[in-house]
């Protein structure tokens, strides 16, 4: 994809790295986009305005306040005239300022106004990297929405050797491209409603204790995301993870496999998708212990009973112009039990985990799968990070509507 038609701003901040800029704005523009740059007063120290300029075709902004009052709002100009802001190199003080809401120069002001995608590049001494607050501030960023290309591992310019050196401008180019790429993603799935579930559940043992499993939610999470993305009206349906709800999706929080039965049954009925990326349990206490079991017997006997089969429930329901879609995550004979669920819960779709994949299933943010059509050969996908695999099965889905 050429980057033709594509606005960027890129923000840089006062670190060494500010050399390795101009490369990254001119391999931009090379491949047509358009670069608006700002500076803050620290990395002028670093390197002219005048060399930005001249490699972005465009002035470059440093001024909250500037001496022309006919450009007195530019922060809000430039917060909305790109696609995308890349912050780089980003200090750990834009992080921090970035993270309180603090806006006191052009750079911030225009970051914390702007609604478009931001895309923060960190560098600075590995002891920066590590502190704490510069940690915190990191995840905090990350969870609402900022996006990152870590610091590279590596001697710094102070000689300190570690994590921290700013990733190098081609690997900021490509994720950039990629990043676009992504985001000029054709609405495929607009007027659709996908719904979609996630996570583990719990079993109550007693008032403390319960039975659950590895899930993470990343995959239903994911999934929920790129449906929004293409269009799709969204709802995702959670047992307890630690992700927060992706922004702009309706979220139903469940705890136990009776709670996501009931819930989806509710859903389904207005939805044109099903996609069941939850892992439920398969089994529940069948007595729960009003109070908390003692320590004092040595062996106990615990009873499990099987709770509802979500999936074939619901395909009792499905009507003719709905999709059904299943996960299977098996241990052994993969596509044998897979092919069996596909036809006893009359899915669409079926996408095989495989545990033994290095990088598949539950906790990483990649998966391996493989997918199966009734009567169709199985298709394997390679490793992919979880949304462009949602990606993948989305447009999938949209060709069978
Ligand atoms: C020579 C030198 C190099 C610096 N390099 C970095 C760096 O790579 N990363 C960083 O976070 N801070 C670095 N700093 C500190 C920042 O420039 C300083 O925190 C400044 O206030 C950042 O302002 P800004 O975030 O508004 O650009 C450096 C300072 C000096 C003097």
Redesign the pocket.
């Known amino acids: 994809m050429s980057l033709k038609e594509k606005k960027i701003v890129v923000g ?6 500010c050399y390795k800029i101009p490369y990254l704005v001119r391999t931009l523009t090379g491949e047509g986009a358009e670069v608006k740059v700002i ?5 002028c ?2 390197i002219t305005p005048l060399t930005l300029e001249t490699v972005s075709g465009n002035p470059v902004a440093t001024e909250l306040f500037p001496e022309n009052k006919f450009i007195s709002t530019r922060h809000i100009d430039l917060a909305q005239w790109p696609d995308l802001i890349v912050v780089a ?7 921090g ?1 970035t993270a309180s809401g603090i806006s006191d ?1 052009l ?2 002001t225009v970051v914390c106004a702007s609604a478009r995608p931001v895309i923060i590049v ?4 590995p002891q ?2 590590l502190n704490p607050v ?1 940690q915190k501030n990191y995840a905090f960023l990350k969870d609402i929405g900022y996006h990152f290309i870590d610091p590279d591992e590596g001697d ?3 000689g300190d050797l570690g994590v ?1 050196r ?1 990733a190098e401008p081609e690997k900021i180019f490509e994720f950039v491209k990629a990043f676009l790429e992504k985001v000029s993603k054709k609405k495929v799935l607009t007027g659709r409603k996908i719904l979609v579930t996630a996570g583990p559940t719990r079993e109550e043992i007693d008032p403390v204790r319960y039975i659950t499993n590895r899930s993470s939610g990343k995959m239903g999470f994911a999934l929920a995301e790129a449906a929004r993305e293409l269009g799709a009206e969204t709802t995702l349906i959670s047992g307890p993870v630690s992700l927060n709800p992706p922004t702009g999706v309706k979220f139903i929080a469940v705890e136990t496999t009776a709670d996501l039965h009931n819930a989806v049954k509710r859903e389904f009925k207005k939805t044109d998708c099903l996609i069941m990326a939850a892992a439920p349990s398969d089994y529940t206490p069948l007595d729960k212990a009003k109070e908390k079991i003692k320590k004092d017997k040595k062996n106990i006997r615990l009873t499990l009973t099987g709770t509802p089969d979500i999936l074939k429930d619901i395909s009792l329901l499905k009507k003719k112009n709905q999709l059904l879609v299943g996960f299977a995550l098996e241990t052994e004979n993969a596509l044998s039990n897979a092919r069996k669920k596909l036809k006893e819960k009359n899915l669409d779709l079926i996408v095989i985990n495989n545990l033994r994949d290095k990088g598949a299933g539950f906790e990483y943010d990649t998966n391996k799968v493989t997918l199966l059509r009734p009567g169709g050969k199985p298709v394997a996908l390679p490793l992919l990070s979880k949304k462009d695999l949602s990606f993948k099965l989305l447009e999938i889905l949209a060709g069978l509507f």
């Open positions: 840089l901040t006062g670190g060494i790295a500076m803050t007063a620290a990395a120290k670093f190199p980003a200090t750990a003080n834009f992080m300022k120069d750079l911030t960190p560098a600075m001494n920066m990297w510069t710094t310019a102070c921290g700013m």
